[in-house]
């Protein structure tokens, strides 16, 4: 089974960092890209970052980018997400989420519970 | 960027109602689109990628369509636990891009 396990969620002031983790298990984790996907509270849905299985290849949305930074330990099964310089917009439920390819131009299949990050004085 | 608008926003249905939401892409992204159920307080649950084909697990009741820049989802006969928000992801391009949401209430 699937097991996708965030952590590192908290209450973090403007400008602050924070990093994320991804415990990922039930699956060949070194096999499949992996995004981060985040949802601010009672808003939709909103795609953050994705690297490829290898660690090789990442992509960010524009707001994110130069601020965050996504990366993994294949040895470890753990995905991380570093957040710096964190402003009021970065607050939401944070998931780690699977896809089912190499690459991450494919859809998602699996998601964790989520880890809310709050960033607030 | 493409944009994914997704209509409605929100509607009310009874049990046993046919249900349809669907999903527009600014630019045309093939089949590359996937649907997701989302409870309150979860993670969203995956229905339907490819834009038709079904997840395993997943009742027959749902069902995708569209190809291009439009697509459906439709729920044929709606159960007491499909009552939740629906998003549409398209995976053609990145950034990937969620729809804004349909949420289904009770009637």
């Not at chain 1, 396990?5 to 602050?16: A, K």
């Not at chain 2, 749902?62 to 636990?81: A, R």
């Not at chain 2, 939740?84 to 950034?95: M, R, V």
Request: proline share 4%; net charge neutral; glycine share 10%.
């Amino acid at each position: 089974e699937v097991q996708l396990l965030e952590s590192g969620g908290g209450l973090v002031p403007p400008g602050g960092s924070l990093r994320l983790s991804c415990a990922a298990s039930g699956f060949t984790f070194s096999n499949y890209a992996m995004s981060w996907v985040r949802q601010a509270p009672g808003k939709g849905l909103e795609w953050v970052s994705v690297i490829s299985s290898s660690g090789g290849s990442t992509y960010y949305r524009d707001s994110v980018r130069g601020r965050l930074t996504i990366s993994r330990d294949n040895s470890r099964n753990t995905l991380y997400l570093q957040m710096n310089s964190l402003t009021a917009e970065d607050t939401a439920v944070y998931y780690c989420a699977k896809h089912p390819e190499t690459f991450g131009d494919s859809v998602i299949d699996y998601w964790g519970q989520g880890t809310l990050v709050t960033v607030s004085s | 960027d493409i944009q994914m608008t997704q209509f409605p926003s929100s509607l009310s249905a009874s049990v046993g109602d046919r249900v349809t939401i669907t999903c527009r892409a600014s630019q045309g992204i093939s089949k590359w689109l996937a649907w997701y159920q989302q409870k309150p307080e979860k993670a969203p649950k995956s229905l339907i990628y490819a834009a038709s084909s079904l997840q395993s697990g997943v009742p027959s009741r749902f069902s995708g369509s569209g190809s291009g820049t439009d697509f459906i989802l439709t729920i044929s006969s709606l159960q007491p636990e499909d009552f939740a928000t629906y998003y549409c992801l398209q995976y053609n391009t990145y950034p990937l891009s969620f729809g804004g949401g349909t949420k289904v209430e009770i009637k």
